[in-house]
């Protein structure tokens, strides 16, 4: 079952107010994935990230398909034996950064490029979902996306500054495509569930 909800905002749609095409588009091609019926799964349109067990749709000012299979992605890319340590008892991914002292302030201060590595996976994981569900996706695009995307993040020049970042986030993104498949995908995602609906029933 899909349950999707909404911000508690002032601008709040009522409950009669049918869902935009936008919504609707979103959640017909979530159908589209196998895993769309578990008990477990929540989304919330209108969300940014993942937080109180559900997964959001928001990056940034852009509500859309891509940033949902995004979230999903990362369910999938963690080891389904870690989920106690990646979900955090608020029912968000815990995603540690290395922090450094400066002066009487933590900064983060990353030692490998392991955030970077680790988007590069979530998004070839994101590239399956996607292919899956229809869409018609230009690799050589999507890559340039992929490097824009992970310049925001803050190992990402440990790769070898901003040369390494060219060519080093494309090699590392087509490694993953290749070790993934969407059925390891949606593997992956239904143990996040299963592993959340028994949290659910620890907690009751």
């Given at each position: 079952m899909i349950t999707m909800q909404r911000h508690e905002a002032k601008t709040r749609p009522s409950a009669t107010q049918k869902p935009s095409r936008l919504e609707r588009?979103?959640?017909?091609?979530?159908?589209?994935?196998?895993?769309?019926?578990?008990?477990?799964?929540?989304?919330?349109?209108?969300?940014?990230?993942?937080?109180?067990?559900?997964?959001?749709?928001?990056?940034?000012?852009?509500?859309?398909?891509?940033?949902?299979?995004?979230?999903?992605a990362h369910a999938a890319q963690f080891d389904p034996e870690e989920f106690d340590e990646r979900c955090?008892?608020?029912?968000?991914?815990?995603?540690?950064?290395?922090?450094?002292?400066?002066?009487?302030?933590h900064v983060e201060g990353p030692v490998t490029a392991g955030c970077t590595l680790r988007e590069c996976e979530v998004f070839a994981i994101q590239y399956h979902l996607l292919k899956y569900t229809g869409r018609r996706i230009d690799f050589d695009r999507y890559t340039k996306e992929v490097v824009q995307l992970c310049s925001w993040l803050p190992d990402w020049w440990m790769l070898g500054g901003t040369e390494g970042r060219k060519d080093e986030i494309p090699r590392h993104l087509g490694r993953y495509v290749k070790a993934w498949t969407a059925q390891r995908a949606f593997d992956r995602i239904t143990l996040w569930l299963d592993r959340t609906q028994a949290r659910f029933a620890r907690q009751n």
């Open positions: 588009t979103i959640m017909a091609r979530l159908a589209r994935l196998p895993f769309s019926s578990h008990p477990a799964l929540k989304v919330n349109l209108r969300q940014e990230a993942y937080a109180n067990y559900t997964f959001g749709a928001r990056s940034g000012p852009s509500v859309d398909f891509d940033g949902l299979c995004h979230e999903l955090t008892p608020a029912g968000r991914f815990h995603l540690p950064v290395a922090q450094i002292l400066i002066g009487e302030q």
